[in-house]
């Protein structure tokens, strides 16, 4: 299929590639606003890929010449961000798969933007997605489909617990590695600190299993290290700051319904994603080591991007696809 | 929603009293072959209910009192054994989920009854859809699922083995409990041994991932006694059967791509759930313990009735729908 990819950072570029090695893509457009690579051609921007596709800079221009080809955007976290962006997309007619954090389920946070971008996909016929692995998979969708097993569910619990180690820079210095307790604390005041979209999950796992999400808590506490930590970008000294500790609660009334902890450090000592369902039957599910992150929320952008025009228009979630999950009835 | 049940065994009685639970669905009709429970209420017939909904014999006067009403029907394993009532059931515009086996994926052994049902179904707009936890769910679609992350898949393995010495006595006789090898044997070699469904599974990740299934491997051996088992309706010395392990190989050319293993046994070691994709990356799944096996059925096929009005009209399969999952392009 022909797809066209907004955002040649890092995900964008490994995006590019894995369609390329996966076979049944072909990029046909490629828009970045480093004008640095404008004019260039994906074959030299990106390691390994034949097209000779221009990235070009005017997001217009790219559209008009592919009328209703889908979008894949791999830019910002935050809504706001990235709304010229997916309204320009939209208005053109295409339909958009999004690694926008914040866009996995906009509408508690941002009930006016949302309205706004699903009445516009619904007059133009197309659908919108955000997804991803965290939010959009490891700790809300796989999570909701694990329930379709459950006739009586009382509670979700996920946990989230990834080594950064060997991770890329930006996510070492996201985590706050270095950092003095105090200094972590002050960023997390200001939510500088933290994981952008675990709120999302917590929105999204509510939505799909029909309870109201009255209240959210939400704390991120900074992980230790007890020894000297040299990694390729950093070194932590006992005491300072090696990593989060990120959790979410959502309650129904007084009643905790899902709890999300999202545990990411230089060094983590049972790397994992679990699940565990309180309910009739309880179930636990574990997949040692984790999910990792950045191929993986490349991965399920290319599987959405491959079914989004099969989903009804509108602004959609992961929580809103016609899967099996439990659901409690009114 | 409104939903009309077509056969109350164990299964269809369950369905019934886990709807009630959950709430936001309303059985408005009900179908059995069975005389004694004609004309009787489900309140009479399905413990802990309180609906007054009829049980008929008459499939067609109970669809012309609800036209368009999504059904659930829970007969049979084996497609032929279904044909007259999916056709009816089609033909009078019901969208239908079922729990029978071979529906789960039945265009490789049943060309010409799939094309037929397919065909039916699109001419009167409905979808129809066999489901359950398996096939449909434990060995198939959740390992699809979880291939969203994988961007270079090689094969797929999947471990179910399930203890059955608290299940009911149909799935203890099922599995060969108290036969001698010989007698197991015999029963293999005329296919009345072994898990109806496991092959679809195959087929149905094929499906999914892209890969063509060109040759099926399929193995069944006894699981025997090491020493005494007593279980509420079988007593197995050692030696004999308790149980079996039925295996399923799916190549594409000389490439192994799926392999299927599930144990059923009085006895297990290690019960439980497993996933392993070799790829890029890899990756292990475990559900210690594993999904229980009938109320699992039950409440997949209840998620997906809830959306089966969403699927496009035809012969669907769990394969078919619109989630994220790893696909070979050509």
Chains 1, 2 share one sequence.
Request: aromatic share 6%; charged share 25%; hydrophobic share 40%.
């Amino acid at each position: 299929m022909d797809v066209m990819v907004v955002g040649l950072g890092p995900i964008g570029q490994r995006a590019i590639q894995h369609m390329h090695r996966m076979g049944g893509f072909r990029v046909v457009g490629a828009v970045d606003i480093n004008p640095e690579l404008a004019g260039r051609s994906l074959r030299e921007v990106v390691k390994g890929v034949p097209w000779d596709t221009p990235v070009q800079q005017d997001l217009e221009a790219v559209l008009s010449a592919h009328p209703g080809t889908p979008v894949l955007v791999y830019t910002r976290s935050h809504l706001p961000e990235v709304m010229d962006t997916l309204t320009t997309l939209i208005q053109h007619g295409h339909p958009v798969v999004s690694t926008t954090e914040e866009l996995a389920d906009p509408w508690t946070r941002y009930p006016r933007e949302s309205r706004q971008l699903d009445e516009l996909a619904r007059a133009k016929g197309v659908a919108v997605l955000g997804t991803g692995v965290n939010p959009g998979f490891a700790m809300d969708f796989l999570p909701g489909i694990l329930t379709a097993v459950v006739h009586e569910l009382e509670h979700i619990a996920v946990y989230r617990h990834q080594e950064a180690f060997h991770r890329r820079y930006p996510l070492q210095k996201k985590i706050g590695s270095g950092l003095t307790v105090a200094e972590f604390e002050e960023k997390w005041a200001r939510r500088e600190m933290g994981h952008v979209g675990l709120v999302e999950s917590a929105y999204l796992l509510g939505r799909m299993m029909g309870w109201k999400v009255d209240r959210i808590e939400e704390d991120c506490r900074p992980v230790l290290a007890e020894e000297d930590i040299q990694t390729a970008y950093f070194h932590v000294r006992p005491g300072q700051v090696q990593g989060i500790l990120h959790t979410v609660r959502a309650y129904e009334g007084d009643r905790e319904r899902v709890y999300l902890e999202l545990q990411m450090a230089l060094r983590v000592p049972d790397p994992r994603d679990e699940v565990v369902l309180k309910g009739e039957p309880p179930l636990r599910m574990v997949i040692p080591g984790g999910i990792p992150g950045d191929p993986a929320t490349v991965n399920i952008s290319l599987g959405m991007i491959r079914v989004i025009q099969e989903l009804p228009p509108g602004l959609r979630t992961m929580g809103d696809l016609p899967v099996p999950h439990y659901r409690r009835g009114s």
